[in-house]
T-cell receptor, first 113, second 109 residues
Framework: EAQVTQNPRYLITVTGKKLTVTCSQN?????MSWYRQDPGLGLRQIYY???????DKGDVPEGYKVSRKEKRNFPLILESPSPNQTSLYFCASSLSASGSEQYFGPGTRLTVT | KNEVEQSPQNLTAQEGEFITINCSYSVGISALHWLQQHPGGGIVSLFMLSSGKKKHGRLIATINIQEKHSSLHITASHPRDSAVYICAVARGSNYKLTFGKGTLLTVNP
């Protein structure tokens, strides 16, 4: 089954404790992206990747890191999480960067205390 | 001013009604997406448009590039259509996405 998976789905952590949210797709998609969704602000793009070893900042990259060492995986790293990073995070992928349907993961609800 | 504006923010309809949700944007785009998010969070892509009109079942999406405006129509609405509908625009060749804040649609039986 074609899908985007994220792990963990739910995470409660404390300020400053490094964490990684994994994202994997099995559709051989070139383009992958991370978004956060907050009440009243909607979805905002954090980072995106147009292919292996090619990543770029979205609108809200501060406090996040990403890497794209393999085509299928695009982990989101929070080196020192803070409470303002409490949010619902979505990973998505699409066939190419030139414009195609986006497939979203199920979301990761992160709480930083 | 947001780059992507949706209207209305909230919409309540009776089953069977024709629904229109609007999206206006202020930047040059390479494509526009309509997404659906049901309570519980999952996001599904409904349409991707760069021109004209697309239809899928009871859903129709149109875009007018000159006027920087897109509409999502739902014909013969049903309670299962209740969801948040989100417009997103792709800017430039790097496909950076900017989202509207969404329209909460409630369809009552």
């Amino acid at each position: 089954e074609a899908q985007v998976t994220q792990n963990p789905r739910y995470l409660i952590t404390v300020t400053g404790k490094k964490l990684t949210v994994t994202c994997s797709q099995n559709m051989n998609h070139e383009y992958m992206s991370w978004y956060r969704q907050d009440p009243g602000l909607g979805l905002r793009q954090i980072y995106y990747s147009m292919n292996v070893e090619v990543t770029d900042k979205g609108d809200v990259p501060e406090g996040y890191k990403v890497s794209r060492k393999e085509k299928r995986n695009f982990p989101l790293i929070l080196e020192s999480p803070s409470p303002n990073q409490t949010s619902l995070y979505f990973c998505a992928s699409s066939l190419s960067a030139s414009g195609s349907e986006q497939y979203f993961g199920p979301g990761t609800r992160l709480t930083v205390t | 001013k947001n780059e992507v504006e949706q209207s209305p923010q909230n919409l309540t309809a009776q089953e069977g009604e024709f629904i229109t949700i609007n999206c206006s944007y202020s930047v040059g785009i390479s494509a526009l997406h309509w997404l659906q998010q049901h309570p519980g969070g999952g996001i599904v892509s409904l349409f991707m448009l760069s021109s004209g009109k697309k239809k899928h079942g009871r859903l129709i999406a149109t875009i007018n590039i000159q006027e920087k405006h897109s509409s999502l129509h739902i014909t013969a609405s049903h309670p299962r259509d209740s969801a948040v509908y989100i417009c997103a625009v792709a800017r430039g060749s790097n496909y950076k996405l900017t989202f509207g804040k969404g329209t909460l649609l409630t369809v009552n039986p």
